[in-house]
């Protein structure tokens, strides 16, 4: 496939695997892994969560990488240049919507993250503030305009890379401030299970109830979950996978960022949970509970106001790289599409998305009693709406379009597969067993099944 104009590419091998690694590592390991993970009461959840990740999400991550580095254009384009008229590219379309929805709400949390990390800066965080670190939190969250400042200096940020763009905004701060945020993650999980929660928290990741596999809404769950820490199923890695060359060997690629990707959420969970236990607190405290739990855990520390401080610090460093690969989708269409230069529309694009964000920040506080789907708040809804919608929507055409739109032997070269055994085992999993589960999950969850 030719290349369009002015397109980019990585500057080195690794840079591609560093950026699909940090699209993946972010807020969806920590603060969402564990959160949902507590909502859906632990073992049986992760056990859902982890198979689903083998059979879905490591085949359609394939599926995006070859999509994006045959067609070398972003996430609708793609669609349109592999199969110009075809209606394929709504999967695109479906991306750069949920891209909009997801990096809306995503700025408000890294907004509080880099909140949380300038008060360990200060000292503020380092013992408990007079009213304790809940009411902290809750009181922060509820305000109506102090979150705003934090949201929109990490737009600003996220921007502020994409601008530039992407080979020389993401490729050097993933080298070294992913493994240190992995140490970090280690460490204090090792810490935590030394607090006295450590047989419940255990037991809570890892001793399934297995009645709760008759609910139909933690499969849902662990699949919205499985897409959202993968970056999958919008388009990111067909993007990032466009700024590839034909060096790169993609199924060593795919597998090393569902690794890395579902390590990060583990070791967080052995972080969070036994803490949570020690605490007493419940693990289904909701978005809150790493704000609420891990303040608690550093103060228990000597000095562990300088864990406060690398833990936020390198969680929203995190959390830029992923939302810098959310921006690039909706950039990377719009400069292609409306023949912008990348800074208008990184501007522009950025600009709308902060807007949206609004509500779900507000949505904490005095739009508090504004509820759209099932009880949730503005930003769990469209959290919902997007992560356990449109992504595992997204994923399915992708999975669909790969396993019945290509030639069988198309797909196995353009995947770097081959004849291998591996390479039909991957096409039965893309052709069949992704879009069956996926089409289950979604039947299952509109109460079909019950
Ligand atoms: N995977 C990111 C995380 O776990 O924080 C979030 C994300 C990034 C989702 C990019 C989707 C995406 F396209």
């Known amino acids: 496939m030719s290349n369009e104009p002015g397109r980019e590419q990585w500057a080195s091998r ?7 690694m940090g699209s993946a590592v972010g807020l969806g390991n920590v603060w969402r892994f564990s959160y949902v993970t507590g909502e859906n009461g632990g073992a049986a959840f992760l056990l859902i969560y982890m198979a689903f990740i083998i059979i879905i999400g490591i085949p359609i991550i394939m599926a995006e990488f070859t999509i994006g580095r045959k067609a070398q254009s972003d996430a609708v384009g793609s669609f349109e240049k592999l199969a ?16 909009f929805l997801i990096l809306s709400f995503y700025g408000v949390i890294a907004g509080w993250i880099t909140y949380y990390f300038t008060n360990y800066l200060t000292g503020t965080l380092w013992s408990a503030p007079a009213e304790g670190y809940e009411s902290f ?13 934090w949201q929109f200096l990490f737009m600003a940020l996220t921007v502020a890379i994409v601008f530039v763009g992407v080979k020389k905004g993401i490729e ?19 810490y935590s299970l030394t607090l006295g929660g450590a047989q419940k928290g255990l037991a809570f990741l890892f001793t399934p109830d297995w009645t709760a596999l008759t609910d139909p809404n933690i499969y849902l769950a662990a699949l919205g979950q499985a897409f959202f820490s993968l970056s999958l199923g919008m ?17 060593g690629a795919a597998v090393s960022v569902a690794v890395l990707d579902t390590s990060f959420a583990i070791v967080a969970g052995l972080m969070i949970f036994p803490a949570v236990f020690a605490l007493g607190m419940d693990p289904a405290s909701g978005p809150g509970l790493v704000f609420m739990v891990m303040p608690d855990v550093f103060d228990s520390i000597g000095f ?19 939302s810098v690969s959310l921006l ?32 779900s920040s507000l949505g904490q506080g005095v739009l508090s009693d504004i509820q759209i789907i099932g009880g949730r708040d503005i930003l769990d809804s469209i959290d919902f709406i997007a992560s356990n ?53 979604f039947l299952s969850s509109i109460g079909l099944f019950n």
């Open 235 to 251: 388009g990111a890695l067909i993007t990032y996978g466009s700024y590839l060359s034909n060096q790169e060997r993609l199924p």
């Open 137 to 149: 939190f809750i009181s922060f969250i509820t305000n109506p305009t102090k979150p705003f400042f």
């Open 84 to 99: 110009p008229g075809k209606p394929w590219k709504v999967a695109g379309l479906l991306g750069v919507a949920a891209a």
């Open 14 to 20: 690794l840079g591609f695997i560093l950026a699909a």
């Open 172 to 190: 050097r701060s993933n080298k070294i401030l992913m493994p240190l945020l992995g140490v970090l993650l280690i460490v204090l999980s090792i």
């Open 304 to 322: 562990g106001g300088i864990f406060g401080l690398l833990f936020f610090f390198l969680l929203a460093a995190a959390a830029l790289s992923s």
């Open 389 to 441: 919608i449109f992504l595992p929507l997204g994923g399915l055409i992708i999975a669909l379009f790969m396993g019945w739109g290509f030639k069988k032997a198309d797909a196995l070269r353009d995947s770097d597969f081959g004849e291998t055994t591996l390479g039909h085992i991957w096409l039965f999993l893309i052709k069949f067993v992704a879009p069956i589960f996926i089409f289950l999950v």
């Open 328 to 359: 690039e989708v909706a950039v990377a269409y719009f400069i292609r599409k409306f023949s912008w230069s990348r800074q208008k529309a990184s501007l522009i694009i950025g600009s709308i998305i902060f807007v949206i964000g609004i509500p």
